[in-house]
Antibody, heavy 115, light 106 residues
Framework: QVQLKESGPGLVQPSETLSLTCTVS????????VSWVRQPSGKGPEWMGR???????AYNSALKSRLSISRDTSKNQVFLKMNSLQTDDTGTYYC?????????WGQGVMVTVSS | DTVLTQSPALAVSPGERVSISCRAS??????MHWYQQKPGQQPKLLIY???NLASGVPARFSGSGSGTDFTLTIDPVEADDTATYFC?????????FGAGTKLELK
């Protein structure tokens, strides 16, 4: 069955770089796109960016200068790197499988930006 | 960015019908989708492209609308439906989500 699982550090220092990995199973990264979505506690989700099935990328313009998404199809993994983290980057980070909409979500990883 | 506006909260009794609205600041065609999120869990897809029921979702859930005004209806509401419901549009770039409607049962 379709599964996505996020992994990465739970605590990041302000001004440092966040690195997250999404490991997928049950589908191919060359057939489906994968997005990163984050959600501050008690708020609505925010779409961050997407790795298209063809290897192209798309980013939310609000984050584009800080964000990079890449993949390793041989390992079924999609990566997120975001630099210059601040306290308002605290929240739960999800990867999602996309059709015209996210149809499957990972369980999420909680990221706290704090010194 | 396309802003999606939802009512913050609703309270209904089990067995009743509830409609949750989502208004977009600009047209999104039929590319409006609905998710249910329970505390500590990831969002779960309920309705895609305005009115299509996602796999495994009970027929008590339905969606309607097009353009800028959309509605998620639950009929009848059950105790397990206590959750926050988000709308999301994927027509305009960037994709955006509503702030969510928290559904509580009386």
């Amino acid at each position: 069955q379709v599964q996505l699982k996020e992994s990465g550090p739970g605590l990041v220092q302000p001004s440092e770089t966040l690195s997250l990995t999404c490991t997928v199973s049950g589908f191919s990264l060359t057939s489906y796109s994968v997005s990163w979505v984050r959600q501050p506690s008690g708020k609505g989700p925010e779409w961050m960016g997407r790795m298209w099935y063809d290897g192209d990328t798309a980013y939310n313009s609000a984050l584009k200068s800080r964000l990079s998404i890449s993949r390793d199809t041989s390992k079924n993994q999609v990566f997120l790197k975001m630099n210059s983290l601040q306290t308002d980057d605290t929240g739960t980070y999800y990867c999602t499988r996309d059709q015209d909409y996210p149809d499957y979500w990972g369980q999420g990883v909680m990221v706290t930006v704090s010194s | 960015d396309t802003v999606l506006t939802q009512s913050p909260a609703l309270a209904v009794s089990p067995g009743e019908r509830v409609s949750i609205s989502c208004r977009a600041s600009e047209g999104v065609n039929s590319y409006m989708h609905w998710y249910q999120q329970k505390p500590g869990q990831q969002p779960k897809l309920l309705i895609y492209k305005a009115s299509n029921l996602a796999s495994g979702v009970p027929a008590r859930f339905s969606g309607s609308g097009s353009g800028t005004d959309f509605t998620l209806t639950i009929d009848p509401v059950e105790a397990d439906d206590t959750a926050t419901y988000f709308c999301q549009q994927s027509w305009n770039d960037p994709n955006t989500f509503g702030a969510g409607t928290k559904l509580e049962l009386k």
